[in-house]
C-alpha cells in the first residue's frame, strides 16, 4: 500500500505561481510512475502531467504544457508540480497518483491505484 500526501495548494493570483509538492511518508516509490491530476467542480478528473519512475519522461496535458513542470526526487520520496502563469481554469482539486499495474496510459486514471485527498488550488482573476 502507498500512502501519497499532497501539500502547497492555497490562493493565488493570476500569472503567479505555485508549487505542489507529493510525499510517500515511510515508503519508498521509486519504482512508480507518478501523476497529477485535477478536478474542477462539476467536471470529471482530468490528466495534468506523470513522470516515469526514473524521472527520464515526463507527459503532459497541452493546457499546462510550458507553464507547469512535474519534478520527482526520489531519495527523498516526493514529487513536484511547480507552476507558473497560473490562470483561473487552472483552480480545482489537484490529486498525486502512484501507477499500480504499470499498464496503461500514463495519461489515464486507469493506470494509477494510488491516490492522495487532494490539496485545493484557487486562482483568482
Known amino acids: 500500500q502507498v500512502q501519497l500526501v499532497e501539500s502547497g495548494g492555497g490562493l493565488v493570483q493570476a500569472g503567479g505561481s505555485r508549487r505542489l509538492s507529493c510525499a510517500a511518508p515511510?515508503?519508498?516509490?521509486?519504482?512508480?510512475?507518478m501523476g497529477w491530476f485535477r478536478q474542477a467542480p462539476g467536471k470529471g478528473r482530468e490528466f495534468v502531467a506523470a513522470?516515469?519512475?526514473?524521472?527520464?519522461?515526463?507527459y503532459y496535458a497541452d493546457s499546462v504544457k510550458g507553464r507547469f513542470t512535474i519534478s520527482r526526487d526520489n531519495a527523498n520520496n516526493t514529487m513536484y508540480l511547480q507552476m507558473t502563469s497560473l490562470k483561473p481554469e487552472d483552480t480545482a482539486v489537484y490529486y498525486c497518483?502512484?501507477?499500480?499495474?504499470?499498464?496503461?496510459?500514463?495519461?489515464?486514471?486507469?493506470?494509477?491505484?494510488?491516490w492522495g485527498q487532494g490539496t485545493q488550488v484557487t486562482v483568482s482573476s
Open positions: 497518483a502512484a501507477e499500480r499495474t504499470g499498464t496503461g496510459s500514463y495519461y489515464s486514471t486507469g493506470r494509477y491505484g494510488y
Open positions: 515511510g515508503r519508498t516509490f521509486s519504482r512508480y510512475a
Open positions: 513522470i516515469t519512475w526514473s524521472g527520464g519522461s515526463t
